[in-house]
C-alpha cells in the first residue's frame, strides 16, 4: 500500500492542494446557499418596505441605531482578528493566532449580549411578530352595552416593571419627574384628586403639550407611549403610582374634624415603597430608551370608533404623517425584523460554535504551516456572516 500520503490528507485526495481545492469550492457552495437564503429575505424586505413605507418610517422609532453601530464595529473587528488568525496559522505563530481567534469569539459574544438587551425590550413590551398586535382595549364592545367597563384595582409588583420599562425615563425611577420629559408624580395633586378608573382614563388618551391644563407644557402621549399597554397593564402602573405617594403633612394648629373619609384613610395608609437595589446590569438599564418612542401612534390596529375619534382630537405635529393612521400591518415590521436579525444571530452562535472548535484544535496541534484549511474555511464563512449584518444594519437602522 502507497504510502506517499502527506500528513493531514485524507486518502481520497491526492495531495494537500487537491484536499485544499475541495474544501473551499465546498465552503463557497455551502456560503451560496447561504447568501441564496438572506437573499429571498431582503427581497421581501424590498416588497414589504415599498408597499407599507409608513409602517417602516413609524417601526424605526423602536430600533437603536447606537445598538446597531455597535454591534456593526464589533464585527468589523471580529473580521480584522480572524483574518489575522489564518495569516498567523499560515506563518506557524500558534501562540498569535489562538489569542486572534479568541479575540473573535469575545466579539461575537458582545455581538449577542447587545442583542439580547435590544430584544429584551421589545419582548417586554410584546413588540414580536403575532396577534399581539390585533388585541382590542379591554373596554370594547365585548360586553354588548358600548359602556365603559368598570376599573379593576391594579398589581402594584407587576407595574413596577411596566413603570421601569413605560414611564421612568420621563417621570423618573420614583416618581419625581425628569426636568424636560415628564411631571412629578409622587406628589401630583392631580393623581391624588383622581380616582382609578378617572386615571385610566386619562391615561389611554393622554394630554398634548399645548393643552390649557398642562401647567408644566409638557406632552404626555397616549398609553404613555407604549401602544401594547392594555387596560389592566395600565391599572397595574396606577397601582405602583399610589405606593410613590408622598402625602404632605399639614403642620398647623387649626382644628382636626374626625370624619367618616377621614377614618377610611386612617384604615388604609398610604405605604411608600423604597426602589429596590438591581439586581444586574441589564435590570438597571432604562427600558425605554429610544429618544423617539414616545411620538408612536396609540395602537397598532383600529379599536373602535370612539378610539379614533379620540386620537383625532390630540393630534401630534411631530409626525402628523404617521398620524394620519396606525399601521394596520404592524406584525409585519416586528415580524420580519425578528426573522432576519435573528436568523443572523443564530449564524453568530454557530459561528461561535465553529470558533470553539478551531480554537481546540489549534491548541491541540493539528493545523500547520501547510494544513490551514479549516481555519480558512471557518474564517471565509464569519466573514459572510458579517457582511450579511453590514446589509441589515442600514437597512433596519436608518431607515429614517
Not at 425605554?288 to 370608533?305: D, K
Not at 425578528?338 to 484544535?361: D, E, K, N
Amino acid at each position: 500500500m502507497s504510502q506517499s500520503h502527506e500528513l493531514n490528507v485524507q486518502h481520497h485526495y491526492r495531495d494537500m492542494s487537491q484536499q485544499h481545492d475541495a474544501a473551499k469550492l465546498g465552503i463557497w457552495l455551502f456560503l451560496a446557499t447561504e447568501i441564496l437564503l438572506f437573499g429571498g429575505l431582503f427581497c421581501g424586505y424590498a416588497v414589504f418596505r415599498a408597499n407599507h413605507p409608513d409602517l417602516f418610517k413609524w417601526g424605526e422609532q423602536f430600533l437603536d441605531e447606537r445598538y446597531g453601530a455597535a454591534n456593526t464595529a464589533v464585527l468589523l473587528i471580529s473580521s480584522l482578528t480572524m483574518a489575522m488568525a489564518i495569516t498567523y496559522v499560515q506563518k506557524g505563530m500558534r501562540r498569535m493566532a489562538m489569542m486572534s481567534l479568541g479575540i473573535t469569539f469575545v466579539c461575537a459574544a458582545i455581538f449577542m449580549a447587545i442583542k439580547s438587551v435590544e430584544y429584551e425590550h421589545k419582548f417586554h413590551d410584546h413588540l414580536v411578530g403575532g396577534m399581539g398586535f390585533y388585541e382590542v382595549s379591554h373596554d370594547g364592545g365585548s360586553s354588548g352595552g358600548g359602556g365603559e367597563v368598570a376599573a379593576i384595582a391594579g398589581d402594584a409588583n407587576a407595574g413596577k416593571k411596566l413603570w421601569d420599562a413605560t414611564c421612568r425615563s420621563c417621570h423618573g425611577a420614583n416618581g419625581e419627574g425628569v426636568p424636560g420629559q415628564g411631571t412629578v408624580l409622587n406628589t401630583s395633586a392631580f393623581v391624588q384628586d383622581h380616582d382609578d378608573a378617572e386615571l385610566l382614563a386619562f391615561v389611554k388618551v393622554g394630554r398634548p403639550a399645548n393643552a390649557p391644563d398642562s401647567i408644566l407644557q409638557l406632552q404626555m402621549p397616549p398609553k404613555g407611549g407604549n401602544p401594547m399597554l392594555k387596560d389592566p397593564a395600565i391599572m397595574d402602573i396606577i397601582a405602583y403610582v399610589r405606593t410613590l405617594m408622598i402625602i404632605p403633612v399639614d403642620s398647623g394648629d387649626s382644628e382636626v374634624v374626625e370624619t367618616e373619609t377621614e377614618a377610611e384613610v386612617k384604615v388604609a395608609p398610604v405605604v411608600i415603597v423604597a426602589p429596590e437595589e438591581p439586581k444586574s446590569f441589564l435590570d438597571s438599564l432604562p427600558k425605554s430608551s429610544v429618544p423617539n418612542a414616545m411620538q408612536a401612534p396609540t395602537g397598532l390596529a383600529p379599536e373602535s370608533a370612539s378610539e379614533a375619534q379620540r386620537m383625532a382630537v390630540y393630534e401630534r405635529p411631530a409626525v402628523p404623517q404617521l398620524d394620519e393612521h396606525r399601521p394596520a400591518n404592524a406584525h409585519l415590521f416586528f415580524g420580519l425584523y425578528f426573522l432576519m436579525t435573528g436568523l443572523h444571530g443564530i449564524h453568530v452562535i454557530v459561528g461561535m460554535i465553529v470558533l470553539l472548535w478551531l480554537m481546540w484544535r489549534l491548541q491541540r496541534g493539528d493545523f500547520t504551516k501547510r494544513y490551514y484549511t479549516a481555519v480558512e474555511c471557518g474564517g471565509l464563512y464569519w466573514h459572510v456572516v458579517d457582511v450579511i449584518w453590514i446589509f441589515l444594519f442600514p437597512l433596519w437602522y436608518l431607515i429614517g
